[in-house]
C-alpha cells in the first residue's frame, strides 16, 4: 500500500524528533496522556449537549500497558476517537500555524525553543519509538481506522476494528543504544513514577495493571504474584489542590503540558475566589510569546470548567485583548454543566468571573513592577506593546487600568520607566513630560530637537514602537501633567529674550520666509528659530498628527491621507540664516536650491523619504562644485 507523505514542515520536525533532539525524552508519554484526556473531555462535553451520545462517567479512562517482549508500550483511552479524516488532519500535519523556520547556524537550544512555541504533542512520541500504530473508533463513525507510521517517509491509513469508542497508541520502542536505554522504559515501576510526576492532576483514571506479591506461606517464604488494574494518578486537578501543597515545579509542568510550551511560565497566578462569585483559577505568563501570538490565527482565552469538566477550551470572553497573553484554567460551580455557548456569553457570573481575573492579573504585574523588576522588564519586553495597544484602544477606554503598566525607554536612565517614575523625577519649573518618536534610541538621540530639552536637564521618553505615541496621545495627561512632543512646534522652552529675537528675525525676513514656504509647498510655515543648538535645520509639527504618527498612516494599506502639519525651521545662529540672507537678495535661483536642499536635509533628519532624490543631489553636486 502506498505510504502518505507528511507535509513538508511536519517532515522536518519529524526529523528532528526522531533524532531526538530534546534530553528530556520522559515528555512523551504525558504527552500522549494529554491527548487522551483531551478526548475524553471532548466525548463526555458531547454527551451532556447531545442526548444521542450516552457516557457515563465511569467508563471514561485512560490505560497505560508495556508489552516486554513485543518492546510496545501502549496508551488507550475511552475517548471521543477519531474518523478517517481527522486521522489524516491531526496525525499528519505538525506545526499548523505559521511557519517552522531554521537558520544553519541555529544551536540545538534554539531549535528547541521554535519547536516548543508549535507545540509537537503527538510527535514527541518518534522520540523513543520507531513506529506508531494508532487504532481509533470515533464517535461520529462506524468504522474504526489504524494509522501507522514508521516515522519521516510517511503514513498509512487503514480500515480496523476497536470494540468500542476510544483510541489506542501502540509505540513499538527502538532497541538500545550506547547512549540510550529504551528498555527502561518497559518498566512497571518506571512507567508509574513517569505518570505521578507529570499527569497526576489529569481528572479521569490512568490505569496500570499493578504487580503485587503476597506473601503465601510465612514458614516457607513463599510468595504469589499477582495483578491488578489500579489508578495510578490522584486525579485532584492542579488547579483545585492548595498552592501550598503545589511545588514550582508541578505547576511548570502542568503548564508546559496543556500548553504546549516547552519553556516554563515566567509567573504563577493562583486564586481562589468566594463571594459575589466562586471559583478557582490557576494562570499564567508565559516567557516567550507564542509563534502565532502577533497573528489573526492567535486565540486567546481560559480553559473554562464547571465542577472539574471542560466546557470550553478557549473561553474568550474571559480575558480582555490587552491580556490576551494569560494563559490558563477556571473552575467555577457558578454556571450549569450543559448550557450553550450563546448563553454562556451573555451569563452575569461570567462577567463577574471575568472582572476579577482582570483585576487580578493587573494587581499581580504591578507587584511584579514594583518587586521584581528585572522579571518585569523581561515581561515587558514580550508583552508591553500588547499593553500599550490596549491604553489606546477603544478610544482609550482602558487607559487608567494600564497606564501604570506601560513604561518608555528614558534618556536620563538609558532604560525602561514608568510614567510615575518619570513624573516623581520631574525638575523643578517642569510642568510636561516630554518624548521623542522614531525608529531607535540612537536615531531619537541625534535628533536635534532633542538637544534643547536636554539642555534643560530634562528627562525624554524615547517611543520606538509605532503604537507607542498613539498610546501617549490616549493618555493624553498623566497625574495632571500633560505630554509634549519635542517636535512639536509649541515646545515653548525659550526665554523671553530668545522669543524676542526669533520673533525679529522672522518678522524682519518674512518675505524670505514666505517665498520659501511656497517654494517647498507642503510645509505650513518657514521659521527662524532659537531652539536648535548645532543643527542648521529641523521639521516641526502642530496639532494632533505628529511626523511619526503620519509614517504609520503612510503605511497603512489603505492610505487615509492623513498628514501632519509641518513647519521647517532654521537655526538663526548658524551661519546658513546669514547666508541665505545673502542670497535671498544677491541670487533667487541659488536662494531656490538652498531652500530646497535644506528642506531635503529636515525631512532626511526626520526620516521621511525625498520624493526627488536624483534632483536633490544634482543640486548638492551643483553647490558644493561651485567657487
Ligand atoms: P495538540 O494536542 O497540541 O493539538 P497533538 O499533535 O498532540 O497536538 O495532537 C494533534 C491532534 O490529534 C489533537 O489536537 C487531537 O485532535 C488529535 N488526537 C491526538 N490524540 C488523540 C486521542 N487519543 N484521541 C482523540 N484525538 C486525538
Redesign the pocket.
Known sequence: MKKKEFKSESKRLLDLMINSIYTNKDIFLR??I???S??LDKLYYRSLTDKDIKVEKDDLEINVSFDEEKRTITVS?T????TKE?LES??GT?AKSGSLQFKENMTQEEKINIIGQF?????SAFMVADKITVT?LSVDSDQAYVWESEGADGYTITEGSRDSIG?D?VLHLKEDTENENYTDYLNEYRLKSLIRKYSDYISFPIKMEITHEHLVDEKEHKYEKHADVETVNSMIPIWKKDSKDVDEEEYNNFYMDKF?DFDKPLKVITSNVEGMCTYKSLLFIPTHAPADYYTQEYEKGLSLYTSGVLIMDKCADLLPDYFSFVKGVVDTEDLSLNISREILQESHSLKLIAKNIEGKIRKELETMMKDDREKYIEFFKTFGVQLKYGVYNNYGQDKDKLQDLVMFYSSKHEKLISLKEYVQEMKEGQDKIYYASGSSIAKIDSMPQVDQVKEKEYDILYLTDYVDEFAITAIQSYEEKKFMNVCDADLDLETDEEKEDTKKANDENSDLLKHMAELIGEVKEVRFTNKLKKHPVCLTSKGDVSIEMQKVFDAMPNDLGIKAETALEINEKHPIAAKLKKLYKKDKDLFDNYTKVLYSEARMIAGLPIENPTEISTLICDIISKE
Open positions: 504527552e500522549l494529554s491527548n487522551a483531551d478526548a483511552d475517548g471521543c476517537g477519531m481527522e491531526n496525525l505538525i507545540g509537537v504533542g503527538f510527535y481509533s483510541t497508541v504546549n
